[in-house]
């Protein structure tokens, strides 16, 4: 029998071989899961013999990542925002850049003063934005929409294993359209924005692995969020915010130039991890701005 640091050793050159560039950690990750203990706790592991049936186990999953399948599929499960979400192909996996989009937001969203406040999560997934907005506000209520029944029952799973069922509503839905008679003060999206001349280059993990609707954005990139940009002010309360993730570069301007054609105004913009002007927002103007 091998033991675990002889298991991970032998796994990292194979992910390696395989071109994948995390083949370390995602040696040491698929091990913890295999184990039920987090990574950081392998240490005191590393020694002891794995049994024949771990061993296999451990070797299957190693096999499925050499065949490029995202480790948070096989893990079936990410980290975002500090909460651990339940993610399958049917769902895009949760980016940590998405993580500022969350924090900005957040920072537009008005305390909910006589009223409780509503957000809408448009394209919501696994509900990881949906999720982490209402855990982070308590006096905010979010819908969340999805057009994939799928991502809608992924969401309503991780909505309840997070005990958000009271305050976080998944709904299947075309963008806004079928949402029925509301004013939110903030919607958050983060849609497919890639141009769909560029997917077939993506790495294997994606292209291969997660689904295609969540990337497309159409020729330009921005085909769903021009839809989205169109509808937006007639489900915003005056004074309402709409705050996009996008590809950043060219899409930057260009979503500025549909927030305005919509009658949007006060535009701002956000960089991400690395740098790049990636989000954006602007505002429904209110009764008495003098913007009508």
Excluded: K
Excluded at 137 to 163: F, H, K, Q, Y
């Amino acid at each position: 029998m091998a033991s675990t640091r002889a298991a991970i050793e032998a796994a990292t050159t194979r992910l390696r071989d395989a071109g994948v560039d995390t083949a370390r950690v995602d040696a040491e990750w698929l091990m913890a899961g295999l184990l039920g203990v987090g990574r950081a706790a392998l240490a005191a592991n590393l020694d002891e013999e794995l049994t024949p049936a771990l061993a296999a186990r451990y070797d299957a999953a190693v096999t499925r990542r050499e065949r490029r399948e995202p480790l948070q599929h096989i893990l079936g499960w990410e980290e975002f925002c500090g909460l651990r979400f339940t993610v399958t192909p049917d769902v895009l996996v949760p980016r940590p850049e998405t993580e500022m989009l969350v924090e900005w937001t957040l920072s537009l969203l008005p305390r909910a003063g006589a009223r409780r406040r509503l957000a809408i999560d448009v394209g919501t997934g696994s509900g990881c934005i949906a999720c982490a907005l209402a855990l982070a506000r308590t006096d905010v209520d979010v819908v969340a929409i999805d057009a994939s029944p799928a991502a809608v029952e992924i969401a309503r799973r991780n909505v309840a294993g997070l005990g958000l069922s009271g305050r976080v509503t998944v709904r299947e839905g075309d963008l806004l359209s079928g949402l029925g008679a509301c004013r939110a003060d903030l919607v958050v999206a983060n849609l497919p924005y890639l141009p769909a001349p560029v997917l077939a280059g993506l790495a294997p993990e994606v292209v291969d692995h997660e689904p295609w609707v969540a990337l497309d954005g159409g020729p330009d990139g921005l085909s769903v969020i021009r839809s989205l940009v169109a509808q937006a002010p007639r489900w915003l309360a005056p004074g309402g915010a709409l705050v996009l993730e996008t590809a950043g570069g060219d899409q930057i301007p260009e979503t500025a130039g549909l927030m305005r054609a919509a009658g949007l105004s006060n535009i701002s913009t956000r960089c991400d991890l690395v740098g790049v002007e990636r989000f954006i927002a602007a505002f429904l103007p209110s009764i008495d701005d003098g913007r009508g």
